[in-house]
């Protein structure tokens, strides 16, 4: 499944990157490969924006903005609930 | 291992019972046969992760470097810092993995990268960070490949039985609202014209309490039943059709109860209704991005307010009219 189109952050600078493949290793939607030598993004539409790619690249190469895709967390934060999401009280996340 | 109290635990815990207060003490924990050569695997203190890892290890030698996660699962903890790079560092060092184990390796699970970066692990305490697979289930093949992940393993699904374990929560979740929605439903049921009549409350009070239930039945079962099937990206307009196809049971159902304007009023009700309960199940869902739910919410919420606020007025109109 793949949700909406041509609305994520990520942004990949492939000048600065090293080819190490931690991002492709970390991502859970399989945005990433390493073709020779450099990482590229495959499909930014799956892109979830976790944030894990860009904490596991050393040379910071990535920068997204990270937050949990939670409305429930959305508006809570918009009501005055702190934006939070998992754990701790007045939580939405099921697992 | 597991037993039949670890068992009810989950089963109490996927009902939203006391959901948060469900955890391990952190520090390091044995087993098996383990030895100084054995894997280190880190976990949450979420009594459900903790338990998985522990089932999925059986027949293992393995130590378990569980982190104070607040009780919080590994993917939400990540998300928020808890399992993250200094918890790792502080709880390595707190109960001196150095003089345990003669390897400097942790295995940690993939959704754990959200907040641990493996660099930093490396430089500050030593030891060098593998990232398993996302399924504790796949373990045994992660050790099996050479402690090397395949790209199915590194992929976060949302399959059906994903997506139903977290049903018990949604419904325990919103219950209460759909509770409020159908006793103001039935108080404005009542009111006919010049008079409010308490028989015509009663009569029509019936149709409201099916038509909010309806939606709450398949805003909360339908949706992530069908999640895949539904027309559309936005979350907001799969619940829509999830909607129109509780309108189709009240056209089957309440042939000569509903009619005309308050059948209107029953869709706009229940359109919003799932609408609103599909969009936040983005937050049950594990790929949806913060831009996008963003995106969709500055759309649907105004929407999803008309079609309630005007299926309320409607529903008063169609009782004032009709008697």
């Given at each position: 499944?793949?949700?909406?189109?041509?609305?994520?952050?990520?942004?990949?600078?492939?000048?600065?990157?090293?080819?190490?493949?931690?991002c492709?290793?970390?991502?859970?939607h399989?945005?990433?490969?390493?073709?020779?030598?450099?990482?590229?993004?495959?499909?930014?539409?799956l892109?979830?924006?976790?944030g894990?790619?860009?904490?596991?690249?050393p040379?910071?190469?990535?920068?997204v903005?990270?937050?949990?895709g939670?409305?429930?967390?959305?508006?809570?934060?918009?009501?005055?609930?702190?934006?939070?999401?998992?754990?701790?009280?007045?939580?939405?996340?099921?697992? | 291992?597991?037993?039949?109290?670890?068992?009810?635990?989950?089963?109490?815990?996927?009902?939203?019972?006391n959901?948060?207060?469900?955890?391990?003490e952190?520090?390091?924990?044995?087993?098996?046969?383990?030895d100084?050569?054995?894997?280190?695997?880190?976990?949450?203190?979420?009594k459900?992760?903790?338990?998985?890892?522990?089932?999925?290890?059986?027949?293992?030698?393995?130590?378990?470097?569980?982190?104070?996660?607040?009780?919080?699962?590994?993917?939400?903890?990540?998300?928020?810092?808890?399992?993250?790079?200094?918890?790792?560092?502080?709880?390595?060092?707190?109960?001196?993995?150095?003089?345990?184990?003669?390897?400097?390796?942790?295995?940690?699970?993939?959704l754990?990268?959200?907040?641990?970066?493996?660099?930093?692990?490396?430089?500050e305490?030593?030891?060098?960070?593998v990232y398993?697979?996302?399924?504790?289930?796949?373990?045994?093949?992660?050790?099996?490949?050479?402690?090397?992940?395949?790209?199915?393993?590194?992929?976060?699904?949302?399959?059906?039985?994903?997506?139903?374990?977290?049903?018990?929560?949604?419904?325990?979740?919103?219950?209460?609202?759909?509770?409020?929605?159908?006793?103001?439903?039935?108080?404005?049921?009542?009111?006919s014209?010049?008079?409010?009549?308490?028989?015509?409350?009663?009569?029509?009070?019936?149709?409201?309490?099916m038509?909010?239930?309806?939606?709450?039945?398949?805003?909360?079962?339908?949706?992530?039943l069908?999640l895949?099937?539904?027309?559309?990206?936005?979350?907001?307009?799969?619940?829509?059709?999830?909607?129109?196809?509780?309108?189709a049971?009240?056209?089957?159902l309440?042939?000569?109860?509903?009619?005309?304007?308050?059948?209107?009023?029953?869709?706009?009700?229940?359109?919003?209704?799932?609408?609103?309960?599909?969009?936040?199940?983005?937050?049950?869902?594990?790929f949806?991005?913060?831009?996008?739910?963003?995106?969709?919410?500055?759309?649907?919420?105004?929407?999803?307010?008309?079609?309630?606020?005007?299926?309320?007025?409607?529903?008063?109109?169609?009782?004032?009219?009709?008697?």
């Amino acid at each position: 499944m793949k949700y909406l189109s041509e609305v994520v952050s990520l942004k990949l600078d492939v000048g600065e990157c090293i080819g190490c493949g931690l991002c492709e290793v970390v991502c859970p939607h399989g945005v990433f490969s390493v073709r020779d030598g450099k990482a590229v993004v495959c499909d930014r539409d799956l892109c979830m924006e976790c944030g894990a790619c860009a904490k596991n690249c050393p040379v910071e190469a990535i920068a997204v903005n990270t937050g949990v895709g939670c409305a429930t967390g959305l508006i809570n934060g918009m009501l005055g609930g702190g934006g939070a999401c998992c754990g701790e009280k007045g939580s939405c996340c099921g697992k | 291992m597991l037993t039949w109290r670890d068992f009810l635990g989950a089963v109490r815990v996927r009902l939203d019972v006391n959901r948060m207060n469900y955890s391990v003490e952190p520090g390091i924990y044995a087993v098996g046969n383990q030895d100084g050569n054995s894997p280190v695997f880190v976990s949450a203190n979420y009594k459900l992760s903790f338990d998985w890892l522990r089932k999925e290890l059986g027949g293992v030698d393995a130590w378990m470097l569980v982190l104070d996660t607040k009780g919080v699962n590994v993917w939400c903890a990540a998300g928020k810092g808890t399992f993250g790079t200094d918890e790792v560092i502080n709880r390595v060092r707190a109960v001196s993995l150095e003089k345990i184990v003669s390897h400097r390796r942790l295995i940690v699970p993939q959704l754990g990268a959200v907040g641990v970066a493996a660099h930093v692990v490396r430089k500050e305490c030593g030891f060098s960070v593998v990232y398993g697979p996302v399924r504790a289930c796949d373990i045994k093949a992660f050790l099996a490949g050479g402690m090397k992940t395949t790209p199915e393993m590194r992929r976060v699904r949302f399959d059906l039985v994903d997506r139903l374990v977290v049903v018990p929560v949604e419904i325990v979740h919103w219950l209460k609202y759909a509770a409020l929605l159908v006793i103001g439903l039935v108080l404005i049921s009542g009111f006919s014209s010049g008079s409010y009549d308490s028989a015509v409350m009663l009569d029509r009070g019936v149709d409201a309490l099916m038509v909010v239930s309806m939606a709450f039945l398949a805003g909360s079962i339908l949706v992530p039943l069908l999640l895949p099937l539904l027309p559309g990206r936005a979350f907001s307009l799969k619940g829509l059709w999830a909607g129109l196809a509780c309108w189709a049971v009240y056209m089957f159902l309440a042939e000569n109860v509903m009619t005309g304007l308050s059948l209107l009023a029953g869709l706009l009700v229940t359109i919003s209704i799932t609408s609103f309960m599909a969009m936040n199940f983005t937050g049950c869902s594990t790929f949806t991005s913060q831009a996008g739910v963003k995106r969709e919410m500055k759309f649907a919420i105004p929407l999803q307010i008309l079609s309630l606020v005007a299926g309320i007025v409607l529903w008063v109109v169609s009782g004032v009219i009709k008697s």
